[in-house]
């Protein structure tokens, strides 16, 4: 019989998840998810599972040598274009298959007030010029040090501006917030809930990644017609590029030969 072919799975998203559970018990594959380990309680997938940075391209690219994996599936988040850029380089200089699973972006429907944005950084610059007064921000805890200094300057209308910042976990206690209300929470959000939430709170904006998949706060910012900052994806590395779960395991039994 032949060997099972070892499959690291980078994961971090539910797609991960998801794909993890469909490997169970694969005829030839074993699957080893890879998780970055910031996420306080983050839910277990099934099989092995190894937790924590590889140390750059050369740690991957030992680790890839001494656990002798066959393919390497990148489900990490969309923006996580570091680790996307590391498995890319280091799977071309192995020889190793390597695909990308990418669930698909938000497009904006028409009567959808979006401004795109290229980076964080350039949200929080264009929202210094911008009017609006209190800001729903769902970039994530890594992210929001852009625009603690705006939560302590005048609107171009002369007010101060105040955000809901949400996130996962909380931040680190050393680590400044914005002016306002620090929300933790874990998605998906139904529609009804974020309209809710951005009704109470009196949101005249909302700032968020095209991080795709649930997409609550888009609908519920579009039913109240308020504006969007959307910051764009980084673009991805060469390569295969997978839109789904079911896409994903076509590629690993195509490959796992
Ligand atoms: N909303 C969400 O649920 C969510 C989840 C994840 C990320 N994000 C967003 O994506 C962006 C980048 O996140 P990120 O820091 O995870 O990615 P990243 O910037 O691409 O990765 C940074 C480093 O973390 C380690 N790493 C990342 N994913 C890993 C995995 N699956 N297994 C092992 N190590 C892993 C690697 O460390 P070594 O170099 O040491 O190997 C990598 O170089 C942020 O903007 C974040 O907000 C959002």
Redesign the pocket.
Known sequence: MARLRNLLL????GE?LRLARELQGHNRVRCI???????ENPERPPGDV????????D??SDYLVAEKIDLVL?????????????AHDACAALGIPRAKLVRPAWVPSPGDRWTMMPS?AAAAIFLRFHPAQRIFLT?????IGPFVPLGHEDTPHGNGRWFLTRM?DPPADDIALPRGETLLAR?PFTPDDEKALMQQHRIDLLVT?N?GGAAGKIAAAAELHLPVLMIDRPPLPPGAALDSVGAALGWINIHAV
Not at 33 to 39: K, N
Not at 74 to 86: K, L
Not at 139 to 143: F, N, P, Y
């Open positions: 980078l994961g971090g998203t991960a998810s890879s998780l970055a380990g910031r996420t190894r937790i924590g940075g590889f140390g750059g391209i740690g991957l990148d489900a990490t988040h969309p923006f996580a274009a570091q680790m996307a850029r590391h964080v970039v994530g805890r890594q992210e996962i998605g990644k991080a």
